[in-house]
C-alpha cells in the first residue's frame, strides 16, 4: 500500500453534481484514486448554492481535479470518451434517458469498455419507480424516515443531507469491491445505487420490528424506551446535557453521582425492566438532580464513572471541541482564496488517516490542459486495480 493510498493507480472519472455522486467519488479520492470531475463550461451549478447549501461543493469535491466539457457538443463527447478510455471508474447521477441520447448508458458504455466499472447514483434501483425524480426529502418522506424523526402529524427530515452522504458511501462500497473482484475476472461492471432504497435500508429496524410483532414503534420522540435513563436534562448554569443508563450498573453509578441513594434502596428499581417501568417518577427526580449541578462538574463525574453523556452542540461549535480540533481531526482546504475546515473520512490506517495529494477544491476547468494536450495522461493506462 503507497502511503495509506489503497487505489493509487486508480482513475475515476465523475460526472454528477449536488451531493450522492460527488460523495462517492469524493471518499474514492480519499482513499488515493485519481479522480477527475466533469463539468459544464460554466462549472457545476452547485458551486454557486447559498445559505445550507454552500457547503455541498466545498465539502464534497476535495481532492479532484476539475475538467470543463459540453456534452451537448461532438467534439467534447469525443474528449469524454477519451478519458474513459484510461478510466477504471465512471461515476454519473443522470436520468437515464440523458445518458442513452448522449450515447453514455451502461449498456453502451460496457459494450465499448468492457473492463469499465460504472456507478449510477439514481433516485431509485430497477423497479415501478425508476424514472421517478428523487431527492434527499423525498425519499426521506417516502421511507418513513421523516414520520420517525419528527413528533406525530410534523414529518421531518435528518438535519442533514445523510442519505445521500450515506448512498455516496455505499456506491464507493461497491465500487471497492467490484475493482478487487476485476482483479480476478478482468471484466468491468454496471453498478446502480438508489438513494430510496438507502433510505429503506436506514429504516429497515422499524419495518422489521413490525414484521416480527405486528407493532409499529411511535415517532423517536414519543418512542418507547427500552433504557431506564435516555434523556435530556437541564443543569444549573443553563446549558443541556444528554445522560443514559442503560445497564444496572448504570443506573446505579449514576444515582451514585447525584446523590439519589434512595433510588438506589428503592425495592421497586432493583432491575433494568423495573427501572424502565418508572421511568415516570424517576425521570423528575433525575432532573431535579442535575438542576442542582453544572454542566462542567457532571461532565466530569460521568466521565469518571464510564456513563454516556452528550452536550447538546451546534454544528458551529464542533470548530472549538478538542477532539475535532486534535490532529487529523480538522483539515483545511484553499477555493478561491478563501480557506476552510473540515474533516476527513472516520477512517485510520494504521493509526493515519486516509488523505488525496491535494485537498484544495479545483478551479473551473482547471486541469483541462493536464488531459488534453499532446503527450497528456489520456493515453490509455494499463488497469491498476
Same mark, same amino acid.
Request: proline share 7%; glycine share 10%.
Given at each position: 500500500?503507497?502511503?495509506?493510498?489503497?487505489?493509487?493507480?486508480?482513475?475515476?472519472?465523475?460526472?454528477?453534481?449536488?451531493?450522492?455522486?460527488?460523495?462517492?467519488?469524493?471518499?474514492?479520492?480519499?482513499?488515493?484514486?485519481?479522480?477527475?470531475?466533469?463539468?459544464?463550461?460554466?462549472?457545476?451549478?452547485?458551486?454557486?448554492?447559498?445559505?445550507?447549501?454552500?457547503?455541498?461543493?466545498?465539502?464534497?469535491?476535495?481532492?479532484?481535479?476539475?475538467?470543463?466539457?459540453?456534452?451537448?457538443?461532438?467534439?467534447?463527447?469525443?474528449?469524454?470518451?477519451?478519458?474513459?478510455?484510461?478510466?477504471?471508474?465512471?461515476?454519473?447521477?443522470?436520468?437515464?434517458?440523458?445518458?442513452?441520447?448522449?450515447?453514455?448508458?451502461?449498456?453502451?458504455?460496457?459494450?465499448?469498455?468492457?473492463?469499465?466499472?460504472?456507478?449510477?447514483?439514481?433516485?431509485?434501483?430497477?423497479?415501478?419507480?425508476?424514472?421517478?425524480?428523487?431527492?434527499?426529502?423525498?425519499?426521506?418522506?417516502?421511507?418513513?424516515?421523516?414520520?420517525?424523526?419528527?413528533?406525530?402529524?410534523?414529518?421531518?427530515?435528518?438535519?442533514?443531507?445523510?442519505?445521500?452522504?450515506?448512498?455516496?458511501?455505499?456506491?464507493?462500497?461497491?465500487?471497492?469491491?467490484?475493482?478487487?473482484?476485476?482483479?480476478?475476472?478482468?471484466?468491468?461492471?454496471?453498478?446502480?445505487?438508489?438513494?430510496?432504497?438507502?433510505?429503506?435500508?436506514?429504516?429497515?429496524?422499524?419495518?422489521?420490528?413490525?414484521?416480527?410483532?405486528?407493532? +409499529? #414503534?411511535?415517532?423517536? *420522540?414519543?418512542?418507547?424506551? /427500552?433504557? $431506564?435513563?435516555?434523556?435530556?436534562? %437541564?443543569?444549573?448554569?443553563?446549558?443541556?446535557?444528554?445522560?443514559?443508563?442503560?445497564?444496572?450498573?448504570?443506573?446505579?453509578?449514576?444515582?451514585?453521582?447525584?446523590?439519589?441513594?434512595?433510588?438506589?434502596?428503592?425495592?421497586?428499581?432493583?432491575?433494568?425492566?423495573?427501572?424502565?417501568?418508572?421511568?415516570?417518577?424517576?425521570?423528575?427526580?433525575?432532573?431535579?438532580?442535575?438542576?442542582?449541578?453544572?454542566?462542567?462538574?457532571?461532565?466530569?463525574?460521568? +466521565? #469518571?464513572?464510564?456513563? *454516556?453523556?452528550?452536550?447538546? /452542540?451546534? $454544528?458551529?461549535?464542533?470548530?472549538? %471541541?478538542?477532539?475535532?480540533?486534535?490532529?487529523?481531526?480538522?483539515?483545511?482546504?484553499?477555493?478561491?482564496?478563501?480557506?476552510?475546515?473540515?474533516?476527513?473520512?472516520?477512517?485510520?490506517?494504521?493509526?493515519?488517516?486516509?488523505?488525496?495529494?491535494?485537498?484544495?477544491?479545483?478551479?473551473?476547468?482547471?486541469?483541462?490542459?493536464?488531459?488534453?494536450?499532446?503527450?497528456?495522461?489520456?493515453?490509455?493506462?494499463?488497469?491498476?486495480?
Amino acid at each position: 500500500m503507497n502511503n495509506n493510498k489503497p487505489l493509487s493507480g486508480v482513475r475515476v472519472v465523475e460526472m454528477s453534481h449536488m451531493i450522492m455522486g460527488p460523495s462517492c467519488a469524493m471518499f474514492l479520492a480519499f482513499m488515493g484514486a485519481e479522480v477527475i470531475k466533469i463539468e459544464p463550461p460554466e462549472g457545476d451549478k452547485t458551486r454557486n448554492l447559498t445559505g445550507m447549501g454552500r457547503g455541498f461543493f466545498p465539502t464534497f469535491n476535495r481532492g479532484k481535479k476539475s475538467v470543463t466539457l459540453d456534452l451537448k457538443s461532438e467534439s467534447d463527447r469525443a474528449q469524454l470518451h477519451q478519458l474513459l478510455d484510461g478510466a477504471d471508474v465512471f461515476i454519473e447521477n443522470f436520468r437515464d434517458q440523458s445518458l442513452e441520447k448522449m450515447g453514455l448508458s451502461p449498456a453502451q458504455l460496457q459494450a465499448q469498455y468492457p473492463s469499465l466499472i460504472i456507478a449510477s447514483c439514481k433516485g431509485f434501483l430497477h423497479g415501478p419507480y425508476e424514472n421517478r425524480t428523487a431527492m434527499d426529502e423525498v425519499v426521506q418522506m417516502m421511507t418513513g424516515m421523516a414520520y420517525m424523526t419528527g413528533p406525530t402529524g410534523r414529518p421531518l427530515r435528518i438535519g442533514s443531507s445523510a442519505n445521500d452522504i450515506m448512498g455516496g458511501l455505499f456506491g464507493a462500497f461497491a465500487v471497492v469491491s467490484t475493482l478487487l473482484a476485476r482483479q480476478h475476472d478482468g471484466k468491468g461492471h454496471s453498478l446502480r445505487i438508489g438513494l430510496f432504497e438507502n433510505c429503506l435500508f436506514l429504516v429497515a429496524q422499524h419495518m422489521v420490528q413490525f414484521d416480527l410483532e405486528g407493532t +409499529e #414503534e411511535p415517532p423517536m *420522540p414519543e418512542r418507547n424506551f /427500552s433504557w $431506564p435513563v435516555y434523556d435530556i436534562f %437541564d443543569t444549573a448554569t443553563g446549558k443541556q446535557i444528554f445522560i443514559g443508563a442503560v445497564t444496572e450498573g448504570q443506573w446505579r453509578a449514576l444515582c451514585r453521582v447525584l446523590g439519589l441513594s434512595e433510588l438506589l434502596e428503592d425495592e421497586r428499581l432493583q432491575n433494568r425492566p423495573d427501572q424502565i417501568q418508572a421511568r415516570s417518577w424517576t425521570i423528575p427526580l433525575i432532573a431535579k438532580a442535575v438542576s442542582a449541578q453544572s454542566f462542567e462538574y457532571l461532565a466530569t463525574a460521568l +466521565e #469518571e464513572q464510564g456513563l *454516556p453523556f452528550s452536550p447538546i /452542540s451546534r $454544528p458551529a461549535e464542533m470548530y472549538q %471541541d478538542p477532539h475535532v480540533n486534535r490532529p487529523n481531526g480538522l483539515f483545511e482546504s484553499h477555493a478561491q482564496g478563501r480557506t476552510f475546515r473540515a474533516p476527513g473520512l472516520p477512517v485510520e490506517i494504521d493509526g493515519n488517516p486516509f488523505l488525496p495529494d491535494n485537498l484544495d477544491l479545483p478551479e473551473i476547468g482547471q486541469h483541462n490542459a493536464e488531459f488534453f494536450t499532446a503527450g497528456s495522461s489520456t493515453i490509455k493506462k494499463g488497469q491498476t486495480a
